[in-house]
């Protein structure tokens, strides 16, 4: 009995070692990376500057949705109003990502009278962006786009990361919002998750656990790997494309500013843009490491999300960054597509959405404040990619959101829910502008687009429900 003691004694001690060891050990790539909440997230914590002192109502929502699989679940979100502001207020959605209630940006958005909705977020949706979270966070947006004391011409989408990911995926499969912000994106899944994810995770698997060279990677990789499941033929270009903001990068049809960081070892920035890409890593990666795209990858899925868009709508710069700080009102054009990329230097082992060092935040708010004056009714713009896309969705052929019957036709992820919000969204656009120029537009979609008539047949029915 003795010995039995003895040796239960030894093994917890040595697990009360190895849960110290590997909190400190973390804690300690934290300290060496910057490596927190808001390095995920995006979100800076507020100074005491812009704090907000009024009160806030802040309530919890649930959000009944079917999933892919065909099952009913329920997840929340959680909504804040100033509590003095009367009548439609504008809203700030951010999505996949909770809203950090002490971040800049959120102390911001109350400050100026709006309200803001964001999921609650639990560690088991982080790498499912492109399954039932993206659902989940479509239907989200469907919900409070119907509240009340919204006003429906002023919606805005912000997020981060693989917030970043499901604003731009939001922006191009919906309509009805009048501006978007995408920080750090990831916009070509099959590069982002299967290419660049395994190979830091390779780096890290030959080296010694004290000494782990992408720390940041040790900390995400396992919570994306899930979202492989998804995709079952790794060799299918088209579903890799369509779950890729990059497969649907013509389909943005209001205003959205993408704000990416050459350092970015989470993210990389060649999937944005190539222009800017540095062909060497700080020396903190090893020799041959792909720091971009490589050119044999299937289908599109070598292409940047800059090469797919409409080069009639997209205006990219680039900021070199003194001292690597950032400090301006964030720039925007008058194009649907702005990209900025500010050069912080090359990619680097040891950091996050930017390299080492670089700190200091952007103004957002003169852009949403412009983008809320004009309203949805300036500020959208039909493409005929999204007319074709938003048809599809009407005859239940989404990859992204895929169409169920005879579950419940009152819940987002039924056949029914798609069709009356795309009902909703051409009457919205037909009410800011005129039927005419709607049909005039989505006929010409579809005569260019080479599709069968059942796009003819799904657009009339479209426009007998506007016109009743």
Request: charged share 20%; hydrophobic share 40%; glycine share 6%.
């Amino acid at each position: 009995m003795k010995t039995i003691g003895k040796t239960l004694w030894v093994i917890l001690c040595v697990i009360i070692f190895l849960c110290t060891f590997v909190t400190s050990t973390l804690t300690g790539f934290a300290g060496k990376t910057g490596i927190n909440a808001g390095s995920f997230t995006l979100q800076q914590e507020a100074v005491e500057a812009v704090r907000y002192e009024g009160e806030i109502h802040k309530e919890i929502i649930d959000i009944q949705y079917i999933t892919n699989e065909g099952n009913i679940e329920t997840r929340q979100i959680l909504y804040y109003r100033p509590a003095d502001a009367d009548g439609d207020i504008p809203l700030i959605f951010i999505p996949h990502y909770a809203a950090e209630e002490n971040s800049a940006d959120f102390q911001s958005y109350v400050s100026h009278g709006w309200a803001v909705a964001s999921p609650v977020f639990q560690n088991e949706y982080n790498g499912v962006l492109t399954g039932n979270d993206l659902v989940f966070n479509n239907a989200a947006l469907y919900t409070v786009r119907h509240m009340e004391g919204i006003d429906h011409q002023r919606i805005a989408i912000v997020g981060g990361s693989a917030g970043g990911y499901m604003a731009l995926m939001l922006s191009e499969l919906q309509m009805g919002t009048c501006a978007t912000i995408a920080n750090s994106p990831i916009a070509n899944v099959y590069y982002n998750l299967y290419v660049h994810f395994p190979a830091c995770d390779e780096v890290n698997r030959n080296a010694a656990f004290w000494d782990i060279p992408i720390p940041i990677q040790l900390l995400v990789s396992k919570s994306f790997r899930v979202n492989l499941d998804n995709f079952p033929d790794k060799d299918d270009a088209e579903r890799w494309a369509a779950l890729s903001p990059l497969g649907m990068a013509k389909c943005f049809s209001s205003s959205v500013v993408i704000n990416h960081y050459t350092g970015d070892i989470l993210v990389p920035v060649d999937q944005i843009t190539k222009r800017y890409t540095y062909t060497e890593s700080d020396g903190s990666l090893p020799d041959g490491f792909p720091l971009g795209l490589e050119s044999d990858y299937p289908g599109i899925l070598s292409h940047s999300l800059e090469e797919e868009a409409d080069p009639a709508e997209i205006s990219t710069e680039r900021y070199v960054l003194e001292n690597q700080h950032v400090d301006m009102d964030m720039p925007y054009s008058d194009r649907l597509l702005t990209i900025n990329i500010f050069d912080d230097g090359p990619m680097s082992a040891k950091g996050s959405h930017t390299a080492p060092g670089t700190n200091g935040s952007m103004d957002t708010i003169p852009y949403l404040e412009e983008m809320f004056s004009r309203t949805l009714s300036d500020t959208e713009k039909l493409t005929s990619g999204k007319m074709i896309l938003l048809l599809e969705r009407y005859l239940g052929n989404s990859i992204q959101l895929p169409a169920h019957e005879g579950i419940n036709d009152t819940l987002y992820g039924s056949l029914a829910i798609y069709r009356q919000e795309i009902i909703d969204e051409f009457t919205q656009y037909a009410e800011d502008h005129s039927l005419e120029e709607l049909d005039h537009t989505v006929v010409t979609a579809i005569e260019d687009s080479g599709h069968d008539d059942s796009l003819r047949t799904a657009w009339q029915e479209i426009k007998e429900a506007i016109v009743k």
